[in-house]
């Protein structure tokens, strides 16, 4: 079993900045894959980035790339995304899970956290 907590979302004003956090406690994630997902209200959860526990690479969404980082901090057991220059389409509730590999597809993941509303005001 793995329990994910995040935390970081809230209201911010577009080209604002979040950081959001996934705590990850229960077992040993060296050989998973983290991942970031949103949903907006009446849309599907989307792929947002995912990174390596072991060797720390990454993968991001078009929609995001350039302006989103992931990263993961091994000793806290803790992956984060850095959110800059956000827009309002960018408003969703934030998910991390965990899986085997880098799957963009959110049906490949076995654990999930609660999620954090992120809303990005025009």
């Known amino acids: 079993q793995v329990q994910l907590v995040e935390s970081g979302g809230g209201l911010v004003q577009a080209g604002g900045s979040l950081r959001l956090s996934c705590a990850a406690s229960?077992?040993?994630?060296?050989?998973?894959?983290m991942g970031w997902f949103r949903q907006a209200p009446g849309k599907e959860r989307q792929y947002v980035s995912l990174?390596?526990?072991?060797?720390?690479?990454?993968r991001y969404a078009n929609s995001v790339k350039g302006r989103f980082t992931i990263s993961r901090d091994n000793a806290k057991n803790t992956v984060y995304l850095q959110m800059n220059s956000l827009k309002p389409e960018d408003t969703a509730v934030y998910y991390c899970?965990?899986?085997?590999?880098?799957?963009?597809?959110?049906?490949?993941?076995?654990?999930w956290g609660q999620g954090t509303q992120v809303t990005v005001s025009s």
């Open positions: 990174i390596s526990w072991n060797s720390g690479s990454t």
């Open positions: 899970a965990v899986a085997r590999d880098f799957y963009s597809d959110y049906s490949r993941y076995a654990y």
């Open positions: 229960g077992r040993t994630l060296s050989d998973y894959v």
